[in-house]
Every structure is written in structure tokens, then in C-alpha cells.
């Protein structure tokens, strides 16, 4: 099955850019939506579609994909941003169907 | 704006049953495709279940035949039917909004099921 690879923890100083990889054969082929978790809440959708926001998702938030690489760029990191964070794809044929995340990245705020 | 409210978790014994709801507002949940998706204590996300507007269902391999997705149109409710529970189905279930079948926009708060004796 399609392994979505992230990971584990990135470390960010305030007012810093985080970076957050996603990695996967060829995942520049599919589109790729990512999630965002505060510790006891549910996640929230913050890119969808490679690089598109929805309403309510401030601008620091932005994603890129491309060969074997789906990217979530945080810009000027706050504190209320320390999360995990999650890719997904969707992936289905005839004898397939299948949501994938990847595996969670936790990002901390310093 | 869309809101969901799950429901029906609880402490169950293992091979017992357990029925959880998702009570949508704001928008009509049979006009759209519907997930279920679960997270294990302290680990990643795992969907789980999709129902499409037309009625076919969709299932991960670790649930199929165990569980059943549905929904209710009267009471705009959508739910998820789980049969001979195991310890690994222990989670938090979530139910999500599923718009062209690709991404999840809107999620509920979720509901614990513990499958333990």
C-alpha cells in the first residue's frame, strides 16, 4: 500500500518558517491535503489540493508538491501553531480504494 | 456554517457491538460523501469508512465485514455500525465531510471507543 512518509518533529523559534515534508513515490501525481491537530481537538484542514486554503486558514500557511515530495510551509510561526500535522492523499482503483495519511509530524514551538 | 456531533462511544467488551452517530447541521448529509475516520491513543489518523451520495460504501480492509456505514436522511444523521469489536478497534472515532471524494473539510469532535474485558 502508498506510504506517506513525514517527519517526526521539527523544531521552530517564533516568527520562523517551519517546513514539514511529505515523501512518497511519485506523490507529485496526486493531489495532497494537510491537517493540522492541537493536542485534544480535532483535526483541521488547512491546505487542500497541493497548495489551496480554506476561508478561515491565515496566509503562513501554504503547500507545494512535486516529484516524490508534498511540502507544508508555516511562515512566521506563532506559538498557537504548535501541533501535529498530517498529509493525505486518496488513492483508489478498481480493486483499491483508499485514504492515506502520512505518518504525523509534531511541531514544537521553542 | 457546518457543524457535526458525534455520539455512542463507550467501554465494550471484545466481539461485542457498539453503534456511533454523527449528527450534521448546516448542510444535508445526503448530498454528501461522509467519512468515518479513527485515531488510536497516541497514534496517527486511520480512515476508516466513506458513503457516497448514491448509497455505495467503501471500507478499510481492517474493518471490512466487521463495520457498517449508513445514515439517516430524516434526521440528516450519519452512522457507523460496529460488529465482533477487538481490542484494535480501540479509538476515536471521528466523522468527517468528504467533498469529491479526495479530502475531509469538516470533522467532529469525535467519540471514544475502548474495546477492552
Known amino acids: 500500500s502508498y506510504v506517506l512518509t513525514q517527519p517526526p518533529s521539527v523544531s521552530v523559534a517564533p516568527g520562523q518558517t517551519a517546513t514539514i515534508t511529505c515523501g512518497a513515490n511519485?506523490?507529485?501525481?496526486?493531489?495532497v491535503h494537510w491537517y493540522q491537530q492541537k493536542a485534544g481537538q480535532a483535526p483541521v484542514l488547512v491546505v487542500y489540493d497541493d497548495s489551496d486554503r480554506p476561508s478561515g486558514i491565515p496566509e503562513r500557511f501554504s503547500g507545494s508538491n512535486f516529484g516524490n515530495t508534498a511540502t507544508l510551509t508555516i511562515s512566521r510561526v506563532e506559538a498557537g501553531d504548535e501541533a501535529d500535522y498530517y498529509c493525505?492523499?486518496?488513492?483508489?482503483?478498481?480493486?483499491?480504494?483508499?485514504?492515506?495519511f502520512g505518518t504525523g509530524t509534531t511541531v514544537t514551538v521553542l | 456554517e457546518a457543524q457535526l456531533v458525534e455520539s455512542g462511544g463507550d467501554l465494550v467488551q471484545p466481539g461485542g457491538s457498539l453503534r456511533l452517530s454523527c449528527a450534521a447541521s448546516?448542510?444535508?448529509?445526503?448530498?454528501?460523501?461522509m467519512s468515518w475516520v479513527r485515531q488510536a491513543p497516541g497514534k496517527g489518523l486511520e480512515w476508516v469508512s466513506l458513503?457516497?451520495?448514491?448509497?455505495?460504501?467503501y471500507y478499510a480492509d481492517s474493518v471490512k465485514g466487521r463495520f457498517t456505514i449508513s445514515r439517516d436522511n430524516s434526521k440528516n444523521t450519519l452512522y457507523l455500525h460496529m460488529n465482533s469489536l477487538r481490542p484494535e478497534d480501540t479509538a476515536v472515532y471521528y466523522c468527517?465531510?468528504?467533498?469529491?471524494?479526495?479530502?475531509?473539510?469538516?470533522w467532529g469532535q469525535g467519540t471514544l471507543v475502548t474495546v477492552s474485558s
Open positions: 493525505q492523499v486518496w488513492e483508489s482503483s478498481r480493486e483499491h480504494f483508499n485514504y492515506v
Open positions: 448546516g448542510f444535508t448529509v445526503r448530498s454528501n460523501y
Open positions: 511519485n506523490i507529485g501525481d496526486k493531489n
Open positions: 458513503l457516497y451520495t448514491d448509497g455505495s460504501t
Open positions: 468527517a465531510r468528504t467533498p469529491f471524494t479526495s479530502r475531509f473539510d469538516y
